[in-house]
């Protein structure tokens, strides 16, 4: 469908939260966004970074509506604290993108015990977006969730899920990305279930040149696979103002339903312009988007209450 940024029309009165959004594909769904009217909490672990990228924005666009505040997703205290401040300054959520992720990194746990891929791609995120849900269904607004095409061949571990007994950095990454599209699509149906006009969605950027590539590798300390994820993403990886462009189609398209899923529509779903797709047959599993669901709960300590916009 070519679908572009020239598509989206003015965006004005919106207010968006973005994660990660000071680099990669949230510094550029940041820009896009901002650039149609937008307002953008670039809601990320750095506030040094996301200041400086801020400024950056500011001297390309004019007058972006665009405020900085700390979110670590590896800290639930800090998930509660975001939000917490952010219904103190704001009534109401249009976009919720949930970007921010780490890929492939040796086995860490985030400072609640959690295994940092999941923990942070997943369980901090499933935690915000309850924390928010009621302001973003009073505004009969959308939630975007970031997968990727590693979810395709990925499995939930339940007896295992922190990857405690055995470990794989890719089979973990994998993992929270099926967990991201699980998440998608049993809130889309409990949504639905009560009649609530939101939209979860789902989207993927298929293969993006950005820092993904590089942290794992500087982790391990091994220069070789910091010199060849560099080289697989510049010769594969398109932009990250092209890759970021399924989450923006997402988060702003008015022909999309919820439990869609979105990605790029050229070589296997590498590079391209947004189109919808099928996820795995695995990310449809409603028995185990259930017991995540729960699991989730369980974990994070939060309880997701989907009520109808009062």
Same mark, same amino acid.
């Given at each position: 469908?070519?679908?572009?940024?020239?598509?989206?029309?003015?965006?004005?009165?919106?207010?968006?939260?973005?994660?990660?959004?000071?680099?990669?594909?949230?510094?550029?769904?940041?820009?896009?966004?901002?650039?149609?009217?937008?307002?953008?909490?670039?809601?990320?672990?750095?506030?040094?970074?996301?200041?400086?990228?801020?400024?950056?924005?500011? $001297? !390309?666009? #004019?007058?972006? =509506?665009?405020?900085?505040?700390?979110?670590? &997703?590896?800290? @639930?205290?800090?998930? /509660?604290?975001?939000?917490?401040?952010?219904? $103190? !300054?704001? #009534?109401?959520? =249009?976009?919720?993108?949930?970007?921010?992720? &780490?890929?492939? @990194?040796?086995?860490? /746990?985030?400072?609640?015990?959690?295994?940092?891929?999941?923990?942070?791609?997943?369980?901090?995120?499933?935690?915000?977006?309850?924390?928010?849900?009621?302001?973003?269904?009073?505004?009969?607004?959308?939630?975007?969730?970031?997968?990727?095409?590693?979810?395709?061949?990925?499995?939930?571990?339940?007896?295992?899920?922190?990857?405690?007994?055995?470990?794989?950095?890719?089979?973990?990454?994998?993992?929270?990305?099926?967990?991201?599209?699980?998440?998608?699509?049993?809130?889309?149906?409990?949504?639905?279930?009560?009649?609530?006009?939101?939209?979860?969605?789902?989207?993927?950027?298929?293969?993006?040149?950005?820092?993904?590539?590089?942290?794992?590798?500087?982790?391990?300390?091994?220069?070789?696979?910091?010199?060849?994820?560099?080289?697989?993403?510049?010769?594969?990886?398109?932009?990250?103002?092209?890759?970021?462009?399924?989450?923006?189609?997402?988060?702003?398209?008015?022909?999309?339903?919820?439990?869609?899923?979105?990605?790029?529509?050229?070589?296997?779903?590498?590079?391209?312009?947004?189109?919808?797709?099928?996820?795995?047959?695995?990310?449809?599993?409603?028995?185990?988007?259930?017991?995540?669901?729960?699991?989730?709960?369980?974990?994070?300590?939060?309880?997701?209450?989907?009520?109808?916009?009062?």
């Amino acid at each position: 469908m070519s679908w572009d940024v020239e598509d989206i029309g003015e965006y004005e009165d919106e207010i968006a939260v973005i994660t990660g959004a000071n680099s990669g594909l949230g510094f550029s769904a940041t820009k896009i966004l901002a650039g149609h009217g937008a307002k953008v909490i670039m809601a990320c672990r750095s506030l040094d970074k996301a200041k400086e990228s801020k400024q950056e924005i500011i $001297e !390309e666009l #004019d007058d972006p =509506d665009l405020e900085v505040m700390k979110l670590d &997703l590896s800290s @639930l205290e800090s998930v /509660e604290s975001f939000a917490g401040k952010f219904r $103190e !300054e704001y #009534d109401s959520l =249009d976009v919720l993108c949930n970007n921010a992720g &780490l890929m492939a @990194l040796p086995r860490r /746990e985030t400072e609640d015990g959690f295994e940092m891929q999941l923990g942070v791609n997943h369980l901090g995120h499933f935690a915000l977006t309850a924390h928010l849900i009621d302001m973003i269904v009073d505004s009969s607004g959308r939630v975007v969730n970031q997968s990727s095409m590693a979810h395709e061949d990925a499995e939930i571990d339940f007896d295992d899920l922190m990857g405690e007994e055995n470990y794989s950095k890719w089979g973990a990454y994998g993992q929270s990305k099926l967990a991201n599209l699980l998440f998608t699509y049993e809130l889309d149906r409990r949504l639905k279930e009560k009649d609530i006009e939101v939209e979860s969605v789902g989207c993927h950027p298929g293969v993006s040149d950005t820092n993904l590539f590089k942290e794992g590798p500087k982790m391990e300390h091994s220069k070789l696979k910091l010199y060849f994820g560099k080289i697989f993403s510049k010769i594969l990886g398109q932009s990250p103002d092209k890759g970021c462009l399924p989450m923006v189609y997402a988060a702003t398209s008015e022909d999309i339903k919820g439990g869609e899923y979105i990605g790029p529509d050229g070589f296997k779903t590498m590079r391209g312009y947004p189109e919808k797709q099928e996820s795995s047959e695995a990310s449809h599993n409603r028995e185990d988007a259930k017991k995540l669901w729960e699991r989730s709960e369980e974990l994070t300590g939060v309880e997701f209450k989907i009520d109808e916009s009062t």
